[in-house]
């Protein structure tokens, strides 16, 4: 069973496990194309090559890189015919013009299709964007959907046809897990203009870890956190252009001293960031444009025994299941409140570390999610 898979998202290595868990299973010959680097001008990626064992990866460039729905691959044609795949895994949404130029040399070649997408906000779009989400859905074999909401999304569309829920990626709980847990010079000072004394608990560690844009609502996560009582900080890892911003609103707020942002880094060092987090916490706010559809750094986290605090917006809740803990959306309360209890109850924080290590195993590896791939291969070839 030859497959070819057109994605960037698997520039990024930690994502590439999954391509050789795919490739690892009996009977499937893998080609994997990905461009040079995603020159998205809020965060640039170049390609890192950090698992690439059992598969051919293809480096092609891109034309009209960075821009989400017009960039495509002037070489794809070349690739396709020379691999003539059987299955066609096109790693991108249905209206993108990418998606397009791939589903129309799979049908060149005689390839069954198979299409991912996140979307689960119903949007329609002018031409000629919505002609080719037309032209892809009425020719998709399969459909890989995200999350719960975008199969109700393409079936309104007029989608008839197969639709899997898989997530994109998963994580390798051989490669997140806790480390011995790092420390951070003069990480107990952050208390010292608090208090003469030091405090006698330990230092509950909370972290953000994503674009820093509005949406995101990280300034929820900071005037939250300037509520609390008891011994904790705060480390912000990211860029985008809410950075400055947030940075201002941490001083005068007064609570600079215990608030880090740490630089952008590769994603291979992540599991090691994480080891030194007590909670992570993912407070997006939805728009009428975007909602999360996913929060791949949820189980990121919680693989490295981190504990999961999240807002109840877009796929969070159904990601974070009974393995965390959640909150109103926008609530500012709310998730202070939830804070408040993970820096008074040491038994809560353990048996959360617990429930989402072992949410992990159970539903979100790169093995597992390779594994439903290809079954939805297999399905679709007969």
């Known amino acids: 069973m030859k497959i070819l898979m057109l994605s960037k998202a698997c520039i990024v290595g930690a994502y590439q496990k999954k391509l050789e868990e795919i490739a690892a299973i009996p009977g499937v010959d893998l080609t994997v194309v990905v461009p040079p680097s995603w020159d998205d001008p ?4 170049t390609l890192e090559k950090t698992h690439t064992e059992g598969y051919e990866m293809v480096v092609t460039p891109m034309t009209w890189n960075g821009h989400f729905h017009i960039h495509y691959y002037p070489q794809l044609k070349h690739i396709v015919r020379r691999v003539r795949p059987d299955v066609f895994h ?7 013009l990418s998606t397009f130029q791939a589903m129309r040399l799979a049908q060149q070649v005689g390839a069954r299709s198979v299409v991912f997408t996140w979307q689960n906000i119903h949007r329609r779009y002018p031409p000629p964007f919505s002609l080719m989400e037309w032209y892809v859905l ?9 999350n719960y909401e975008a199969e109700g999304v393409w079936r309104k569309k007029g989608y008839q046809g197969h639709i899997e829920q898989i997530p994109q990626f998963g ?3 051989s490669i997140y897990f806790r480390r011995k847990r790092p420390t951070r010079q003069g990480r107990m000072s952050a208390f010292k203009f608090r208090s003469v004394s030091p405090p006698t608990q330990p230092t509950l560690v909370i972290g953000y870890v994503g674009r820093l844009v509005p949406e995101k609502g990280v300034e929820l996560l900071l005037r939250s956190a300037s509520q609390l009582v008891g011994p904790w900080m705060l480390q912000i890892l990211g860029d985008g252009p809410d950075k400055e911003r947030l940075s201002k609103m941490a001083h005068w707020l007064g609570i600079s001293g215990r608030v880090v942002f740490d630089p952008k880094m590769p994603s291979s060092h992540i599991p090691n960031y994480f080891s030194g987090l007590d909670v992570l916490v993912l407070p997006s706010l939805a728009q009428s444009n975007w909602k999360e559809q996913f929060g791949r750094v949820l189980i990121e986290a919680m693989a490295c025994d981190v504990v999961v605090v999240g807002a109840e917006s877009g796929a969070i809740p159904e990601v974070i299941g009974q393995a965390g803990l959640t909150f109103a959306e926008g609530n500012i309360e709310a998730l202070q409140d939830q804070l408040q209890r993970l820096i008074d109850n040491v038994t809560l924080r353990e048996e959360l570390r617990n429930r989402g290590r072992q949410r992990v195993v159970d539903h979100y590896t790169q093995a597992a999610v390779a594994r439903d791939t290809v079954a939805v291969y297999r399905q679709i070839l007969g």
């Open 90 to 96: 096109i790693d991108e949404e249905p209206y993108n």
């Open 138 to 146: 009425k020719r998709a074999d399969a459909l890989l959907v995200g």
């Open 42 to 45: 809020h965060s640039p990626t």
């Open 171 to 173: 994580v390798d709980p």
